[in-house]
T-cell receptor
Framework: DAKTTQPTSMDCAEGRAANLPCNHS???????VYWYRQIHSQGPQYIIH???NNETNEMASLIITEDRKSSTLILPHATLRDTAVYYC?????????????FGAGTTVTVRA | DTAVSQTPKYLVTQMGNDKSIKCEQN?????MYWYKQDSKKFLKIMFS???????INETVPNRFSPKSPDKAHLNLHINSLELGDSAVYFC????????????FGSGTRLTVV
């Protein structure tokens, strides 16, 4: 599976949009971009995923560049509860042998 | 509530003991996983099962033995516990088409003393 590169940490202001970048320059055509987050002392939580089109759900938006070598997760109105480690993961969406491999992620701190 | 539930939430035990962590999901998922998160906070997959069949077995010591009595349960048994086994263990499950990714449990914090 392709590797990803994320900033180690970032701060954002409460109520503002948080834009989390992720580079995945070696992504293959059949690999998806997944985003998860882990709030302190909790299990990781699925946020969103996409292949090449931009995606939006009730939690966030995912913008994938046309060449698919990078993506941005957007939290439209960050709250204090969005403080967490955010993981960008690239992986095949196959069947039985699928596995998610987590990197170090980006520690996002939302400040009042 | 629909969820992935793990028990116990905390486990403190002495070196050399044998312990088990239980995981159950009522989401109807076919695939279940065990992940380990060490003190450096990296999450690493240990095992995955699909319909009770072992699919992924990463380089995990033989002291760790997963058991899946049915597709809703995946338990983790650890023999001869060592200090280095101290970590948070997460169970997860997923639907085959991964439409909503993985659903993780809340974790079991294992401390070996």
């Amino acid at each position: 599976d392709a590797k990803t590169t994320q900033p180690t940490s970032m701060d954002c202001a409460e109520g503002r949009a948080a834009n989390l970048p992720c580079n995945h320059s070696t992504i293959s055509g059949n690999e998806y971009v997944y985003w998860y987050r882990q709030i302190h002392s909790q299990g990781p939580q699925y946020i969103i995923h996409g292949l090449k089109n931009n995606e939006t759900n009730e939690m966030a938006s995912l913008i994938i560049t046309e060449d698919r070598k990078s993506s941005t997760l957007i939290l439209p109105h960050a709250t204090l509860r969005d403080t967490a480690v955010y993981y960008c993961i690239v992986s095949r969406k196959s069947s039985n042998d699928y596995k998610l491999s987590f990197g170090a992620g980006t520690t996002v701190t939302v400040r009042a | 509530d629909t969820a992935v539930s793990q028990t116990p939430k905390y486990l403190v035990t002495q070196m050399g003991n044998d312990k088990s962590i239980k995981c159950e999901q009522n989401l109807g998922h076919d695939t279940m996983y065990w992940y380990k998160q060490d003190s450096k906070k990296f999450l690493k997959i240990m095992f995955s099962y699909n319909n009770k069949e072992l699919i992924i077995n990463e380089t995990v010591p033989n002291r760790f033995s997963p058991k899946s009595p049915d597709k809703a349960h995946l338990n983790l048994h650890i023999n001869s516990l060592e200090l280095g086994d101290s970590a948070v263990y997460f169970c997860a499950s997923s639907h085959p088409d991964l439409a909503h990714g993985y659903t993780f449990g809340s974790g079991t914090r294992l401390t070996v003393v």
